[in-house]
């Protein structure tokens, strides 16, 4: 196992970089989509309310398997997307839609009154929500974040099968090269373990911060 650890070790480092790419972009842009549908979510407006509605339940009741495929082969027809940028939409949409949710119950935790307040004071209700209710959201909002990029970086791996360079695709093709499917896989699931072990250890830590500077500003 060692001497395959060894012969792999450059291939996966690379292939591991390729897939923290892929999982940050694809959050980056599912924390934008969740933020706009978590705010149609809690719209008055029917219609805005419906769409996000439509759009959660589809992408939810859906494999994520399916998804990329319908981004990567589905848009084929109009423009044509390498496997990182097809990989980077189709996840982020997919996370789009659990990220909605998290926005929106964050958002709806936030005591009423201080939004009341805030308008009382004369701010307008695009400047309370900014000011006084999304920084309260977002620290609310930190911990099941952090379980869904776990999530999409265990996610990315399927991109692997529209011809992805992440480090699930590079386990597939060292295990073909080598004939050891067993050590190949395991080693290369001790990789995805070490990137786990090492984002929830930063987000403990920007958890604790969080923390300490609220104590601060309470006290």
């Not at 936030?110 to 307040?117: F, K, L, N, Y």
Request: charged residues 15%.
């Amino acid at each position: 196992m060692l001497e395959i650890f060894q012969t792999t070790f450059i291939g996966f480092s690379k292939a591991a970089w390729q897939t923290v790419l892929l999982t940050f972009w694809s959050l980056l842009v599912g924390t934008a989509i969740g933020l706009v549908f978590a705010f149609c979510k809690i719209s008055s407006n029917k219609l805005l309310n419906d769409l996000a509605q439509l759009y959660i339940t589809v992408i939810r009741g859906t494999p994520l398997i399916v998804q990329i495929f319908a981004i990567y082969f589905g848009l084929a027809e109009f423009i044509v997307l390498d496997s990182f940028t097809a990989g980077v939409f189709a996840l982020a949409i997919h996370a789009g839609a659990y990220i909605a949710e998290i926005f929106r119950g964050a958002i709806q935790a936030v005591d009423s009154g201080q939004m009341e307040a805030a308008r009382s004071l004369g701010m307008s209700y695009p400047l309370a929500m900014r000011r006084i209710i999304l920084p309260q959201a977002f620290r609310r909002s930190i911990p099941p974040l952090g379980n869904q990029f776990i999530i999409g970086l265990k996610d990315s791996s399927l991109v692997a099968y529209i011809g992805g360079t992440e480090l699930w695709s590079a386990g597939l093709g060292a295990a073909a090269d080598n004939f050891k499917q067993f050590e190949t896989y395991f080693i290369n699931g001790l990789y995805y373990l070490a990137l786990i072990l090492l984002f929830t250890g930063l987000l403990r830590q920007l958890e604790r911060r969080l923390q300490v500077e609220e104590g601060g500003t309470q006290g």
